[in-house]
């Protein structure tokens, strides 16, 4: 079964990796966040090994995305993000595994302090 796994975020200034910009990571301990980078590190690998990856994205900041709206029966093209969102889209990664608590223990890889996983199925 394929899954996404989406990224939801809002770093100020906007980069990648997403929490080394989140005031909640930043406060952390170093060793600490060394710590979790390394557990990342780690299991990211097992995912590649086992040929669970199928695609993934960091995405660039919402101020330069365009939305496409309907105003008045026209499609209108805006500057983006949407203005009531604190959390954006940063990234995906696109994985096919075998079973749903696999999904669920490589999403738990992801997402710091200050972060949201979202881990949804493909319909495909």
């Known amino acids: 079964m394929k899954y996404v796994i989406l990224i939801h975020s809002n770093p100020q200034p906007w980069g990648h990796p997403t929490a080394d910009y989140l005031p909640e990571h930043q406060a952390l301990p170093q060793e600490e966040r060394d710590a979790g980078g390394k557990a990342f590190d780690e299991g990211f690998a097992e995912v590649m090994d086992r040929g669970e990856l ?18 008045d029966g026209q ?14 889209l940063a990234g995906f990664f696109v994985i096919d595994v075998d079973t749903l608590e696999r999904a669920e223990e490589i999403a738990n890889l992801f997402g710091a302090r200050g972060e949201t996983i979202e881990l949804r199925p493909v319909m495909s």
């Open 75 to 88: 499609k209108v093209a805006i500057d983006g993000p949407y203005a009531e969102g604190r959390e954006h």
């Open 54 to 71: 199928v695609h993934a994205e960091a995405l660039g900041a919402p101020s330069a995305s365009r939305l496409f709206r309907w105003k």
